[in-house]
């Protein structure tokens, strides 16, 4: 067992839009920028008792920290409940389940009046803006989003941890072959190094999130998220407009992910084992001393 090597993350308050273009986007550089949700009604109204009065009848999938097996897919949730006992349930205390990718325009239209696009030179796609909770304890598996957007990440009520690769790394973190994300036996907070030697390669780094924060995270880059209580956030996304990521992009949307649900369906348990298996060994040939 051992731990990540990690650095901090970059923090920055009132940025300008040109800075932010060339000391971030352009290079493909996360920071964490203090103070853009400021100005924002969602920074002084957004909470877990807001979210109740609001949405409290909606029936939500939920999803838990179990390894997804077999014929199942990832998209599955785990359970169903009414939005306010989900949040009540979050208040009082640790649970694993988790709300994923939640389409705010279509779910929860009114917040939309109560955040912005921020002006910083990233040019968001309106229609998708999504929101995340999660309780105390629950952990996002290490992944990276798929249609390779550059993502704003704001977190509301509580705090959470969020560590981030960048995707240089996807070679030492055994990433699973069609897939965006890696083996779900790894425990990203213990790792194994003698089992998983490429393991010894990551560095990681290290943000702490707390009630407004915004993340930037570039395209490609992984993130492992902990809610270190229980909060939500939302995601804006901007979509890839370089040809050769734009082509990457449609080849993750299109043929990965139906190619992978065929498998899936097809072949089941064998077909995971199989790809993971191979994938394993041929890591640890290469990276291990
Ligand atoms: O914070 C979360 O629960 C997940 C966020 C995430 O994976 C994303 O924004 O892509």
Do not use: C
């Not at 290079?27 to 964490?32: D, E, G, R, T």
């Not at 003698?194 to 395209?219: F, T």
Request: glycine share 6%.
């Amino acid at each position: 067992m051992g731990t990540f090597k990690t650095i901090p993350i970059e923090r920055v308050k009132d940025i300008s839009k040109t800075e932010f273009i060339e000391k971030y986007h352009k290079p493909q550089i996360p920071v964490l920028l203090e103070g853009l949700t400021k100005n924002w009604p969602a920074y002084t109204k957004w909470n877990l008792e807001y979210i109740q009065q609001l949405a409290g009848d909606q029936l939500v999938p939920l999803y838990n920290n179990k390894p997804t097996k077999g014929k199942q897919n990832s998209a599955v949730p785990a359970t169903e409940m009414r939005l306010y006992d989900y949040l009540e349930l979050l208040k009082a205390g640790p649970t694993d389940l988790r709300i994923f990718f939640y389409n705010i325009l279509d779910k929860m239209p009114a917040l939309a009046n109560d955040f912005e696009y921020p002006d910083i030179g990233l040019k968001f796609f309106k229609r998708l803006p999504v929101m995340f909770f999660g309780g105390e304890g629950s952990k996002v598996l290490a992944h990276y989003d798929m249609d390779l957007a550059d993502l704003m990440h704001f977190h509301f009520h509580g705090t959470k941890s969020v560590t981030l690769f960048s995707p240089g790394q996807s070679r030492y973190l055994y990433k699973v072959p069609f897939a965006v994300h890696n083996l779900e036996t790894i425990d990203m907070d213990h790792p194994d190094f003698e089992q998983y030697p490429a393991l010894k390669n990551v560095i990681g780094i290290e943000v702490l999130m707390n009630h407004g924060d915004a993340l930037y995270m570039p395209s490609g880059y992984w993130h492992y998220i902990k809610y270190l209580n229980g909060g939500f956030s939302i995601t804006l996304r901007a979509l890839p407009t370089k040809p050769h990521r734009l082509l990457k992009t449609a080849y993750n949307l299109f043929f990965i992910r139906h190619f992978e649900n065929l498998m899936r369906k097809t072949m089941g348990q064998k077909w995971v084992d199989y790809k993971e298996n191979r994938m394993v060994r041929q890591t640890n040939r290469k990276f291990s001393v």
